[in-house]
């Protein structure tokens, strides 16, 4: 199964734009490879009465490149364990994660 999405927000209070496009493959059914790269326009502040100024380094752009499986602990609880690289100077080096999915 490969999986792609895409994920649009907008933030209106302080002029921010956070899009992510991602791409997940299902090696088997309890394993899978992702790729997630989340992109973030420059932020904008405007002090009290005066005019909008760009905040310095808040355009990044951040990728990770991630792998995962998920073990049935039971037919209702699983848990999901991923390890994912930073690809770009504005990510994180590594990340290491594990969720508990409950289905009631």
Known sequence: MLIIFLAVKLYREVNYLDYSVG???AVSERMSLSFNQRFYSKTK?????????????????????????????S????????????????????????????RF
């Open 23 to 25: 791409l997940a493959c």
């Open 45 to 73: 502040q405007r002090p009290e009465g005066r005019e909008w100024q760009k905040i310095p380094r808040t355009d990044t752009n951040t990728a990770n490149l991630g792998i995962g499986a998920t073990l049935a602990l």
């Open 75 to 102: 037919p209702n609880l699983s848990t999901v364990t991923s390890i994912g690289s930073g690809l770009t100077e504005d990510s994180p080096d590594y990340q290491i994660s594990v969720r508990f999915p409950y």
